[in-house]
Structures are given as C-alpha cells and as structure tokens.
C-alpha cells in the first residue's frame, strides 16, 4: 500500500484527499499538512481515517513512512517544496504550475532528473473522457493531418480581485490548461504566439493589471493553427469545448452536462447548462491522474505528465504576456533564449 502526504488542505487537497480514499486503489492517505489547519480541517481528517495531521509540511517529509507526496498548497510554494520533497526521496505530483518563474522550474527539472523519484504535473484536464477521446481519434490519424485547433475555456464566474493581484495573470492561471490542451491533443509544440485581450467583464481587473477576456493564436511546429478563446465570465456556465480540424474530417467535443434530456415544446427546445465550475466537470478526471501517478510509481513506469510538460506551457504564458504588452507575434524561442534553455 503506496503510503501518501498530501500538503495543502485547502480545496483542491481536500478534493485529492477524498478521491484517494474513496477511488483510488493501492494507495492511502496517511498525513495531511497545512499551516492553517484548524479543528474542523482535523475532525474531517479524522473522518477519513487518516493518521496523522501536522501544520508543518516538514513533518511529512521527515517520516519515513510516507512514499509520496501531493503538493497542493499555494503556488508560491510549488517549487521550493518539490525540491525539499526531491531531496528527501519522496515521489511528487505538484498541483499546477509547478512555477511562475521559469528559472525555479529548472531548479525543479534538474533535481528530478537525476534523483530515481517520480515527478507529475497536475494538468487535470488530459484525463478528462472528453479531450481524451479526441487525443485518441487524433492519434489514430482519423482527422488526417491537423491543420487547425480550436478550444472555447469560459469560467462561470470571475475571480475576486484579491486572488487576480496574486494569480500570475490570467495567461499563467487559467490559460495555461489551455496552453496544456493544444500541446496534448496535437502532440506538437507551439512556436509562436500572438495575444489580444482586455478587461471586458470587470474593469477592476484592468485596474489590478490584469485581463478577463482574451484570443490567442499559435502557430505549431507540425504545421498546424490554434487557437483560444478565454472569458472570465460565461452567465451559462462552465464552457469547456475542444475541437482538432484536419485534412481528413474532425473531432469535436462539447461541454457536460447534468443530463442529456431536452425539451422541446412550441416555446423552444431546452437543454441543460453545462456543469458550473471545474469540480463538477473534472471531478472524474482529479481521481484517473493520481491513479495514473499511482501506477507509474507501483510499476516503476513514466509518469504521463513530466516536469517538462510543467515547464512549456509556463513558457507559452509568458510569450502570450509579451505579445499582449507588445502587440507583436512572439516566439516561444525567445522566451527560453532568455532563460537559457
């Protein structure tokens, strides 16, 4: 029984934290850590069987007991934890991203690459059934060769002003499963990018520096086009749509919903609204990538999300912020000239 430490019991651990226990065999959570844990935070914990609780992340890394850990406190932390984790020879999964600052994911990349542990990037979103089905048509070679890619992602609702000032900027908080998207379903890299937004749904986020709505388009090494389409704000809810065009047909999915039923009278024809936000969506999603980190561990094989595809779509992010404050179409190779890579 894989023995594991979750740091971090906000939302998104106490999510992974109730999917290992419930879903997610051969593994157990033993030890929860997280500065703010309070009696509720430890009453739950208690609820769920586990062990041991620390307010110190440290405590997790010291017991050797603990084979793995899931890094799922605040961004700001993601990078230097890896390597404490690193070093203490604990296997890793780091929630995305693993950085904002390129050159501390290298820190990270260069630890990993050499230290016999195994090492995944939470981008939830490729073990989701819909976007896996199109990877699926898309390797089969259905679509023939790719010649354009669109993905449509739209939250429910807009962050508060509080989290935008410390969020990275939208590219690096929201785009960036997007970024992972285009990579994912095409299996090739972006080599350039052009970027235009504004502040359309809440000139707040203007004012904090930021946008909330946003068109991107890549070029690809393969040939192919992208593009994004991000709001901050869709009133329907969730919109999560992908769709990869080629040169034999294409594959397109649409967003989930509470149902499929329909009603069609002489008013309208009705359906349901897609599911509100992303623990509805990907719930399912949360729990096949910790199996899959599970599995890659338990059989000593490769991890379906590495270090690197942490690094490119923070690389993507950042030539997306560049071409926004320059008006111009930015390279992906400028970027990593910059950090040397």
């Known amino acids: 029984m894989l023995k594991i430490g979750i740091i971090g019991a906000g939302r998104i651990g106490k999510v992974h934290t109730e999917s290992i226990t419930k879903y997610v065999k051969g593994a157990e959570v033993t030890f929860i850590a997280d500065p703010f844990l309070d009696e509720a935070a430890k009453q739950w914990s208690t609820s769920l069987g586990i062990q041991y609780t620390s307010k110190d992340y440290h405590d997790i890394l010291a017991n050797s007991e603990i ?34 600052d390129v050159d501390k994911i290298k820190e990270v990349l260069k630890a990993v690459k050499n230290a016999g542990i195994k090492y995944q990037v939470g981008f939830n979103r490729r073990f989701d059934h819909n976007f896996k089905a199109v990877k699926e048509a898309v390797d089969a070679g259905k679509i023939g ?150 599995a890659a561990i338990v059989n000593n094989t490769d991890v379906p999300v590495n270090i690197t595809d942490g690094l490119e779509p923070v690389i993507i992010g950042l030539a997306a912020k560049k071409s926004l404050d320059e008006n111009r179409p930015v390279t992906t190779a400028e970027i990593k000239n910059t950090f040397g890579l």
Request: hydrophobic residues 40%; charged residues 20%; aromatic residues 8%.
């Open 145 to 294: 060769v790719q010649h354009i890619i669109k993905i449509t992602s739209r939250d429910p609702e807009e962050p508060p002003i509080s989290y935008v000032k410390i969020s990275g900027g939208m590219f690096l908080d929201m785009t960036i499963h997007d970024f992972d998207m285009v990579r994912y379903l095409s299996g090739s890299e972006v080599v350039e990018v052009y970027a235009m937004g504004g502040a359309l749904v809440d000139p707040g986020i203007g004012v904090a520096g930021d946008i909330d709505t946003a068109i991107i388009t890549m070029k690809l090494n393969n040939g192919a086009m992208a593009v994004i389409d991000n709001s901050r704000r869709a009133v329907y809810g969730y919109d999560q749509r992908a769709e990869v065009f080629g040169s034999e047909g294409a594959v397109a999915v649409g967003n989930d919903k509470s149902s499929t039923a329909v009603l069609s009278t002489k008013k309208g024809v009705i359906s349901e609204k897609p599911l509100y936000f992303f623990l509805e969506r990907y719930m399912q999603a949360y729990t096949a990538e910790i199996q899959e980190f599970v």
């Open 67 to 100: 084979d793995a850990v899931l890094i799922c406190s605040s961004t700001d932390t993601h990078s230097q934890i890896s390597l404490e984790a690193i070093k203490a020879g604990k296997h890793v999964f780091c929630e995305k991203p693993v950085d904002h």
